[in-house]
């Protein structure tokens, strides 16, 4: 009996270890609402803004939580290349940021998830010349937008990941002088598409390459969940400019809009589990075989 019990324990552990090698570990979160890195002209037009709001990051164990938001962003950069030259400039202003992280791991077994999410309010941004009012008249790229919001998640445990994510733009729009942008991005009235599917390339043309709900699973566009490690970043909009043409010079950089990041990661269970499980069975294994035995006066035993 003491055997078949310890056989049975043992099938039973080995069911457990195969089917639960391995816990949800560890978990992270993090997000900002805007980042901005920008220059030409030899840098003596340049504009680096954030990100914003900063450390919003969360990294589980222990489980937790953070928001934080920035009231509003009004910046400018302009440069005179030469005495009778326009002035170039870089115009940014927003209302309110938002950010936000979450994470449930604490170290328990079973599901947990990590998330997080961005929003800008009422977004200018006009790369241009400056009229004589120091305002930008004649605009070479215009992006602006209502409310412009990202998210990201991963849920689940090891083995079974799963990652979501997406964006949402109100009322955005965007222009680019002498580029067309792709009508699959535009909606009524040439507003950018409020539900954009994910890495949606509006705009890949001089120098400037624009993606609307840019999103990474492990690092890769398209990409997936591997069964230890699960990790999905958002960008609602994503502005690249690599050598893009500006009055005689050349732009690089980018403008990131709603950046969403989580992840969740397995460990393996920790080797004194199974060791003492092997250790149980080891000694009932050693007890059934050192069991004595009694032998009665028919010559049996029992």
């Given at each position: 009996m003491l055997a078949l019990s310890a056989g049975a324990l043992l099938v039973a552990l080995t069911g457990i270890q195969g089917a639960a090698a391995?816990?949800?570990?560890?978990?992270?979160?993090?997000?900002?609402?805007?980042?901005?890195?920008?220059?030409?002209?030899?840098?003596?037009?340049?504009?680096?803004?954030?990100?914003?709001?900063?450390?919003?990051?969360?990294?589980?164990?222990?489980?937790?939580?953070?928001?934080?938001?920035?009231?509003?962003?009004?910046?400018?950069?302009?440069?005179?290349?030469?005495?009778?030259?326009?002035?170039?400039?870089?115009?940014?202003?927003?209302?309110?940021?938002?950010?936000?992280?979450?994470?449930?791991?604490?170290?328990?077994?079973?599901?947990?998830?990590?998330?997080?999410?961005?929003?800008?309010?009422?977004?200018?941004?006009?790369?241009?010349?400056?009229?004589?009012?120091?305002?930008?008249?004649?605009?070479?790229?215009?992006?602006?937008a209502g409310t412009i919001t990202s998210n990201a998640s991963v849920t689940g445990t090891p083995g079974s990941f799963v990652a979501s994510g997406g964006a949402v733009l109100e009322d955005a729009?965007?222009?680019?002088?002498?580029?067309?942008?792709?009508?699959?991005?535009?909606?009524?009235?040439?507003?950018?598409?409020?539900?954009?599917?994910?890495?949606?390339?509006?705009?890949?043309?001089l120098g400037i390459t624009v993606t609307l709900n840019r999103q990474r699973i492990n690092g890769v566009a398209g990409g997936s969940c591997s069964a230890s490690d699960c990790h999905i970043s958002v960008d609602a909009i994503a502005l690249e400019f690599s050598d893009y043409l500006l009055g005689g010079s050349l732009l690089n950089g980018e403008l990131v809009v709603g950046h969403s990041e989580a992840g969740l990661s397995a460990v393996p269970l920790p080797a004194a589990v199974w060791l003492f499980g092997s250790g149980l069975v080891a000694m009932l294994g050693v007890a059934g075989r050192g069991r004595p035995t009694w032998k009665t006066l028919s010559g049996g035993s029992r």
């Open positions: 391995a816990v949800v570990g560890a978990g992270s979160a993090s997000a900002h609402a805007l980042e901005v890195g920008l220059s030409a002209f030899s840098g003596n037009l340049s504009l680096s803004v954030g990100p914003l709001p900063a450390g919003v990051t969360v990294t589980a164990p222990p489980a937790g939580s953070k928001t934080d938001s920035v009231v509003s962003v009004s910046e400018q950069a302009s440069f005179m290349p030469g005495l009778l030259s326009s002035t170039f400039a870089i115009d940014l202003a927003t209302g309110v940021l938002n950010a936000a992280a979450e994470s449930t791991v604490d170290g328990t077994p079973g599901p947990h998830s990590s998330s997080a999410s961005a929003s800008v309010n009422d977004l200018d941004f006009a790369i241009g010349t400056l009229n004589l009012l120091g305002l930008i008249s004649s605009a070479m790229v215009d992006l602006s729009s965007l222009s680019v002088a002498d580029a067309s942008i792709l009508g699959i991005g535009l909606g009524l009235g040439g507003n950018l598409v409020a539900n954009p599917d994910p890495n949606l390339v509006i705009l890949d043309a």
